[in-house]
């Protein structure tokens, strides 16, 4: 079965900590998104991945493909930065066009205090 | 970055109406868009895949009657919610597919807020 789990589901932290957040999935994958969800609902992108790590700002993406995991890391955290973070998965065997569908994870809900 | 927009943000209605949001893609074109729910607290599910110029594929367990979808260009997709109730509420989110294929991901727009009375 296709599964992403996500660690944890929520998370406090005092502003300028360093946050890391853990996503792990069942079967091989084409691609794996890190999306952010704040309260007033709207979903940003922030990263897509399929192999190594990538870089915004104070935000980091790395995939490990052969321990099929993924974490979010955010340096020097702000309060502004508390939402919840949201792990998709494209499973393999998905050929694009139609079949382009992701999983989700349940989201870790991100709580920065000052 | 592309751009996708959904009008409107928050919606309320009756009970047996029919609500329509738009999903925009603003600086791409998109031939694939997806439309999520998500209920308060859970995840977000896909509801349907909708391609350009065909019918839209459903999920499991949505019903294609009652939720309307309607691809009918490379940048506007429309969910209809028909004769919507109270267990219609939710958050609808809509994300496009780049056709050219710049980006190889989706892109999400912001959330319709659907509250049936």
């Known amino acids: 079965k296709n599964e992403v789990e996500q660690s944890p589901q929520n998370l406090t932290a005092q502003e300028g900590e360093f946050i890391t957040i853990n996503c792990s999935y069942s079967?091989?994958?084409?691609?794996l998104h890190w999306l952010q969800q704040h309260p007033g609902g709207g979903i940003v992108s922030l990263f897509m991945?399929?192999?190594g790590k990538k870089k915004h700002g104070r935000l980091i993406a790395t995939i490990n493909i052969q321990e099929k995991h993924s974490s979010l890391h955010i340096t020097a955290s702000h309060p502004r930065d508390s939402a919840v973070y949201i792990c998709?998965?494209?499973?393999?065997?998905?050929?694009?066009?139609?079949?382009?569908?992701?999983?989700f994870g349940k989201g870790t809900l991100l709580t920065v205090n000052p | 970055g592309a751009v996708v927009s959904q009008h409107p943000s928050r919606v309320i209605c009756k009970s047996g109406t029919s609500v329509k949001i738009e999903c925009r893609s603003l600086?791409?074109?998109?031939?694939?868009m997806f439309w999520y729910r998500q209920f308060p607290k859970q995840s977000l599910m896909l509801m349907a895949t909708?391609?350009?110029?065909?019918?839209?594929?459903?999920e499991q367990g949505v019903e294609k009657d009652k939720f309307l979808i309607n691809h009918a260009s490379l940048t506007l997709s429309t969910l209809t919610v028909t004769s919507a109730h109270p267990e219609d509420s939710s958050f609808y989110i809509c994300?496009?597919?780049?056709?050219?294929?710049?980006?190889?991901?989706?892109?999400f727009g912001p959330g319709t807020r659907l509250t049936v009375l």
């Open positions: 994300s496009a597919r780049d056709l050219a294929g710049r980006y190889n991901e989706q892109f």
């Open positions: 079967v091989g994958i084409s691609a």
């Open positions: 991945l399929s192999s």
């Open positions: 998709a998965v494209r499973f393999r065997g998905y050929s694009g066009g139609s079949n382009y569908k992701l999983t």
């Open positions: 600086d791409f074109q998109a031939t694939t």
């Open positions: 909708s391609n350009e110029g065909s019918k839209a594929t459903y």
